[in-house]
């Protein structure tokens, strides 16, 4: 899910029996269209998918050869070791797939440049993946890896491993290693969706669905669509665009509570008011472009900032630091709140709630930026900072 899940998927807890994982995960996780038939229709049905892809493909660009210009992202040394693994934390000794997965995909939305970063990443975990088209988390020790703890959240799991492969293949296109690797794990996300309601639940035996895994999902379908795309072959793109176009829709049925209340961040009733998850769950959506009725993702935003934007630029100090959050602004051009976030988490740099997830943002960011602002002048909404444009 994201950054805030690191309070949990940070801390890796033995394997145990299905019913010890489920009351963990709940205690974590809970508050945590026809193929191109007709040939007198191709034509529309083309200009249709270009239009339904345009936005993921936006997200996609730094994991082609069009960001060229980019800076590179750097991990070796710190958080990926030389084999590609990568750690969660600095020069850590626990592997959890989706952190790595998310702070790749973010730097590139962030235009830095990941693709040698995460082509080594997906060399080494690639013939790791279980028969079963999932992911454990690993341990090293010694210099050797074990699988030592269930991935924390499959649906999310398999979204992030999924979008990866589909962003950062060769020009030439996925090597078969890598399709066969997108089909189990296609397969694997297929059993967690619950045809009632149209979203995606946590995993075989957690029956409940949470709004940010399956914004992650959407926005894998949405780059897989893309990915087809961008190689012309638009009749296995279609699939993708409608399965994306149908969770979309299904994410504001299950979720959305109309302009008063927001989203809901869990088809689970809870109580917990707390910023992560029911702040972070209001913004979001907005990462994989998700609409609601009425409403603008501008004035979401905006409003968002104003209720919860000093409370979150202050976390840094004393919890997650949520650079996902930093992510959202940057999207929105608000590049004074980048900045901002920047000086405020930087303080805490590789501290305890710090992981690869938000160093990939920090640096990206910081390439950037060509002063970065003092921490002092940081007002929130009246900090500046010289931002190389886009």
Not at 10 to 23: E, G, K, Q, S, V
Request: overall charge positive; charged content about 20%; glycine content about 6%.
């Amino acid at each position: 899910m994201t950054s805030g899940k690191s309070a949990r998927r940070a801390r890796f807890r033995p394997r145990a029996a299905a019913n010890t994982r489920h009351n963990s995960a709940q205690a974590h996780d809970i508050m945590n269209r026809l193929a191109l038939v007709a040939a007198a229709r191709a034509c529309g049905a083309v200009r249709l998918l270009l239009r339904r892809a345009s936005r993921a493909a936006s997200f996609a660009m730094c994991g082609l050869a069009l960001c060229a210009n980019a800076a590179e992202l750097q991990l070796t040394g710190y958080y990926q070791r030389p084999d590609g693994a990568i750690t969660v934390r600095l020069n850590g000794t626990g592997i959890d797939p989706y952190f790595a997965a998310k702070a790749l995909l973010a730097a590139s939305d962030a235009q830095l440049d990941a693709r040698q970063a995460a082509r080594a990443w997906i060399a080494w975990l690639l013939p790791r993946q279980r028969a079963d088209g999932g992911f454990d988390r690993f341990c090293v020790k010694d210099s050797q890896y074990a699988a030592c703890a269930d991935a924390d959240a499959d649906d999310s799991m398999m979204a992030t491993w999924m979008e990866l492969l589909a962003r950062f293949a060769p020009p030439g296109g996925m090597p078969a290693s890598w399709a066969r690797s997108l089909a189990r794990a296609s397969a694997h996300l297929d059993t967690l969706l619950d045809k009632r309601t149209g979203v995606y639940q946590i995993s075989p035996t957690l029956h409940v669905a949470l709004l940010m895994d399956n914004v992650e999902v959407h926005s894998a379908l949405q780059a897989l669509a893309a990915y087809y795309i961008r190689h012309a072959d638009y009749v296995r793109a279609s699939p993708w665009s409608r399965r994306a176009d149908r969770l979309s829709a299904a994410i504001l049925q299950v979720f959305w509570r109309g302009e008063q209340s927001g989203f809901r961040a869990s088809t689970q009733q809870i109580g917990d008011t707390s910023f992560y998850p029911e702040k972070v769950a209001q913004i979001f959506p907005i990462l994989s472009g998700i609409r609601v009725p009425g409403q603008s993702n501008a004035t979401i935003y905006a409003q968002w900032m104003h209720r919860y934007g000093k409370t979150w630029l202050h976390l840094a100090g004393t919890d997650f630091p949520w650079g996902l959050i930093a992510l959202v602004a940057y999207k929105m051009n608000d590049w004074s709140t980048v900045a901002c976030w920047h000086a405020r988490s930087g303080p805490y740099r590789h501290g305890p709630h710090w992981n690869v997830l938000e160093e990939a943002l920090y640096l990206a960011f910081e390439s950037r930026m060509a002063d970065p602002v003092a921490p002092a002048s940081c007002g929130f909404t009246t900090a500046s900072a010289a931002i190389a444009p886009r």
